[in-house]
């Protein structure tokens, strides 16, 4: 594209990502699209949407409804050479899917050696704060982040979702992309010629500060970019990290910045206990501890199921716990 | 079922302790008798029985490919125990024996096309000699060795899966990819690429996994080119199949909306025949098909098994006539005439193979543990150079010492030297 005009858009989250896997399935025939209501409806979130007319049922495949059953023969469809991204339709209903995505998916390409890799992608609508019923609104990264041979990433603008689902799809391995369904709607400028970075495996500073680092990713970065604007009211200079991947961590973007801020804060939705936040937290107290004025510290949920929609704002960390979250640091 | 006497020297198991007195019978009231008969060619003795459907897919079957047929059987049976006694002697770290489903592992696998695809699950070694693959190669797995023996990439045949019933919804889908690659053929005006099928394999305990009815679901909603091939061995480790199923496994293809066929399993005629036929189906579009294959692991489930506390010896005794082997036997010498001289120079040419054999295995390695930092991704991975820096750190750091114990021989020596040496 040579018009200027025509090399951003400004769009939502949801369509972006449409667009992301029409440009996938139109430069590469061997991407195909497998998942429930994916077809005709074009998704419970619609993200597929129109993807069916366009390419066919062959690669918009509405599938059977069996969360296994997906990601179970994506696999086998990856050993044939192709390149399926599945949709599984709330974050809470991947575990059918689990044996299938840690004991096969990520692990198939050490199994065999190195002799067969299966790039299949896993679109996850991820996180809470949507007034749902139970099993729609966790965040399940740990467990997958726990596992070796996976990759995870998610966007937290229409711009890296344009990219990131593109460059997952073209991974050679899996990757289990994340999508924060919260921000679906979220409206922001893509630039259609160019990813904000071209290895989707990196975080990104997207605000800088000075005396402390806020690492959050998906759903709560508007939060955090939000909680970093009030504290700068109360003089406090926050600078905020989108990790955009959560496995690999990119953690020479958050050694940098420690290293500049001595302060760390970890925000996500899922539970603090065994959470994302912890490891991030050891390795950085490793790596910086010299430069650290204060233990990390983490806010997130609670060591409890999901709670239920009335109360969830309660659970998942806002602009308050964040904002609280940071006083704890600059305590000691 | 007259019960025999019993040989092993080893009391027989008595109710409760014998599974099969707690397990489902199959008697409930709602069961519907199977009307589904078992697709045999051979009897017994190793007479031919004829099967209006089913005997044509063996009429080109001459002497020779019956004595081939013979010979793999035999393989793989000196191979299953030469397999026991290494882990016996240590040398293993685990066997899952196949002794008595010879049958219906060679001949399935020799019904396959040159552009067929074969998923197995962990017990099918007869399967994998006939695959082409050497047997040295094949036991690196169980030796511990590697993380699986062969590459699929030149084998057309997948790793062996632990996780019961998990590559069955693998085979589905690259039996979906095969139709597909013809659909996106004709949408490009291209030829058609030739005609292809999977088999895939597991056992009457995994037909109870999930994903294995999903793998049913799928594999129908997509016409996928795949046969299911069941092994009804009857045991699931110590559970027996009436637990798993109050019906044949076979018949539930027809909940399905596929056709499924049950086959002596000890038949090697039969299981070819029945094999060919589905391959064939499935090739041409009229998949998928399932085959039940009734056998019997006459041996234990894997060499840390006993099956003398869940099984009797009658049991095996009932089995031991529908040899395959002895049926196979039976067979040559009642049709053409085969002499014992013909078949001990088939045991003395395997003896002589499984010596060589034994030494290839014996001869080999483990992998060494750094190069399995490359094969976890297929791109480069950051966490994974970091950890394989703090692994070859801790491992140089032996070196250095053994260095300084090169200076000073009674120093200590590290742990982790000691045992690389």
Redesign the interface.
């Known amino acids: 594209m040579s018009d200027t005009k025509e090399s951003t858009l400004r769009t939502t989250m949801a369509k972006a990502l449409t667009l992301g896997m029409r440009r996938a399935m139109s430069e590469d025939r061997s991407v195909l699209l497998m998942g429930e209501d994916i077809g005709s409806l074009g998704g419970v979130y619609r993200v597929t949407e129109g993807l069916k007319a366009d390419f066919g049922a062959h690669r918009v495949r509405d599938t059977p409804l069996g969360e296994a059953g997906i990601v179970g023969t994506a696999i086998g469809m990856a050993m044939r050479g192709y390149r399926p991204v599945c949709e599984i339709q709330f974050d809470g209903f991947t575990f059918p899917a689990f044996n299938q995505i840690t004991t096969q998916l990520a692990k198939m390409h050490a199994r065999t050696n190195g002799d067969v890799a299966v790039p299949v992608t896993i679109r996850i609508p991820n996180g809470g704060v949507i007034g749902s019923v139970e099993h729609h609104s966790e965040s399940p990264e740990a467990l997958f982040a726990h596992t070796a041979g996976l990759r995870i990433v998610t966007p937290s603008t229409p711009q890296d979702a344009y990219w990131m689902i593109q460059q997952s799809i073209a991974c050679p391995d899996p990757v289990i992309f994340l999508e924060p369904k919260r921000r679906y709607w979220l409206k922001g400028e893509v630039n259609l010629l160019q990813p904000n970075t071209p290895d989707p495996f990196s975080a990104q500073v997207v605000r800088e500060g000075e005396q402390l680092t806020l690492v959050a990713w998906g759903p709560l970065v508007p939060v955090a970019m939000a909680a970093a604007e009030a504290a700068s009211q109360d003089g406090r200079s926050v600078e905020v990290v989108d990790l955009r991947s959560l496995s690999p961590v990119d953690f020479d973007t958050l050694e940098a910045s420690v290293n500049h801020t001595g302060r760390m804060v970890i925000a996500h939705e899922a539970p603090v206990f065994g959470g994302l936040g912890g490891e991030i937290a050891s390795r950085i107290t490793d790596r910086c501890f010299y430069s650290l004025e204060a233990p990390v510290q983490r806010v997130g949920g609670y060591h409890l199921p999901y709670p239920p929609a009335g109360v969830e704002e309660e659970y998942v960390p806002d602009l308050d716990r964040i904002l609280d979250a940071i006083d704890r640091a600059f305590a000691y | 079922m007259t019960p025999t006497e019993n040989t092993s020297g080893k009391p027989e198991p008595t109710d409760p302790h014998d599974a099969r007195a707690t397990a489902g019978t199959g008697a409930h009231p709602a069961t519907v008798e199977s009307t589904l008969p078992v697709v045999g060619l051979l009897d017994e003795t190793g007479a031919r029985v004829q099967d209006s459907r089913f005997s044509p897919w063996i009429e080109d079957l001459g002497r020779q490919e019956i004595e081939e047929i013979y010979r793999s059987m035999l393989r793989a049976r000196r191979l299953d125990e030469m397999a026991t006694s290494l882990q016996r002697q240590g040398q293993m770290v685990l066997w899952p024996p196949l002794r008595g489903q010879e049958a219906a592992q060679v001949a399935s696998a020799r019904a396959l096309g040159t552009e067929d695809y074969v998923f197995p699950s962990y017990r099918e070694h007869a399967v994998i000699l006939e695959r082409g693959i050497p047997a040295e190669e094949m036991m690196t797995q169980f030796r511990g060795h590697?993380?699986?023996s062969w590459?699929?990439?030149e084998t057309r045949t997948?790793?062996y899966s632990l996780?019961l019933g998990?590559q069955?919804?693998?085979?589905?889908?690259?039996?979906?990819?095969?139709t597909?690659?013809q659909?996106?053929a004709a949408?490009e005006g291209q030829n058609p690429p030739p005609e292809a099928a999977v088999l895939v394999y597991y056992g009457d305990g995994a037909s109870t996994e999930?994903?294995v009815h999903?793998?049913m679901?799928?594999a129908a909603?997509?016409d996928a080119p795949v046969v299911f091939f069941v092994q009804n061995n009857q045991w699931a480790i110590s559970v027996p199949f009436s637990t798993q199923s109050r019906v044949p496994l076979a018949t539930r293809a027809a909940g399905y909306g596929f056709e499924g066929v049950r086959v002596d399993g000890n038949d090697p005629l039969a299981v070819l025949a029945v094999t060919r036929w589905a391959l064939a189906e499935a090739r041409q579009g009229r998949g998928p098909v399932m085959i039940e294959a009734e056998t019997f692991r006459l041996g234990a489930h894997t060499t840390a098994d006993d099956p003398t506390k869940y099984r009797r010896t009658d049991e095996e005794q009932l089995w031991a006539p529908r040899d395959p082997l002895l049926r196979t036997r039976n067979l040559l010498e009642r049709e053409y005439g085969a002499e014992d001289v013909w078949f001990q120079g088939v045991e003395d040419e395997t003896s002589e193979w499984i010596k060589a054999t034994r030494a290839g295995i014996l001869a080999g390695g483990p992998?060494d543990l750094e190069q399995?930092f490359?094969?976890?991704?297929?791109?480069d991975?950051?966490?994974?150079a970091e950890e394989r820096g703090w692994y070859r750190e801790y491992q140089d750091s032996f070196v250095e010492e053994d260095n300084d114990d090169a200076a000073d021989a009674s120093g200590p020596r590290g742990l982790g030297r000691e045992e690389q040496a």
């Open positions: 590697t993380a699986s590459k699929p990439s997948q790793i996780v998990a069955v919804p693998h085979a589905v889908g690259y039996a979906m990819g095969i597909q690659d659909k996106l949408e999930g994903e999903e793998s679901v799928f909603s997509y992998v399995r490359d094969v976890v991704y297929a791109t991975h950051p966490l994974v």
